[in-house]
């Protein structure tokens, strides 16, 4: 099960549909006029990314996103996914949709930065 607490309540969908994550490297390229080139090494940036939320009743999703509207910092845990547990900010778009292949369960799609 997962959970993302905020600031006015907590979100349980009722399952992670998606979740996709990336990062970016942080190293600096120096490329003199002559010489070879240097790099400066350091560590691999938070993730960001697109997590998607499945909710088999509308006003649980329509709940979800007015909750996850509201600017702050969200809390992500999951039993049966630890590894995806952050805290992050929303960030870029958030959609919701009826399902196309069920059509009666809806999905919420959140755009998110990690901040720590």
């Given at each position: 099960?997962?959970?993302?607490t905020?600031?006015?309540?907590t979100?349980?969908?009722?399952l992670?549909?998606?979740?996709?994550?990336?990062?970016?490297?942080?190293?600096?390229?120096?490329?003199p006029?002559?010489?070879?080139?240097?790099f400066?090494?350091?560590?691999?940036?938070?993730?960001?990314?697109?997590?998607?939320?499945?909710f088999?009743?509308?006003?649980?999703?329509?709940?979800?996103?007015?909750?996850?509207?509201v600017?702050?910092v969200?809390?992500?845990?999951?039993?049966e996914?630890?590894?995806?547990?952050?805290?992050?900010?929303?960030?870029g778009?958030?959609t919701?949709?009826?399902?196309?292949?069920?059509l009666?369960?809806?999905?919420?799609?959140?755009?998110?930065?990690?901040?720590?």
């Amino acid at each position: 099960m997962a959970t993302i607490t905020t600031g006015s309540g907590t979100i349980t969908p009722d399952l992670v549909l998606g979740y996709q994550a990336a990062s970016d490297t942080r190293n600096a390229r120096h490329s003199p006029l002559t010489g070879p080139a240097s790099f400066t090494l350091r560590g691999e940036g938070l993730r960001a990314g697109t997590l998607q939320l499945l909710f088999e009743i509308d006003t649980a999703a329509y709940a979800a996103y007015a909750q996850l509207a509201v600017p702050g910092v969200f809390t992500l845990a999951s039993t049966e996914e630890p590894e995806i547990g952050m805290k992050f900010a929303r960030d870029g778009q958030m959609t919701i949709a009826l399902d196309s292949q069920l059509l009666k369960k809806w999905v919420v799609s959140v755009g998110f930065q990690e901040i720590e």
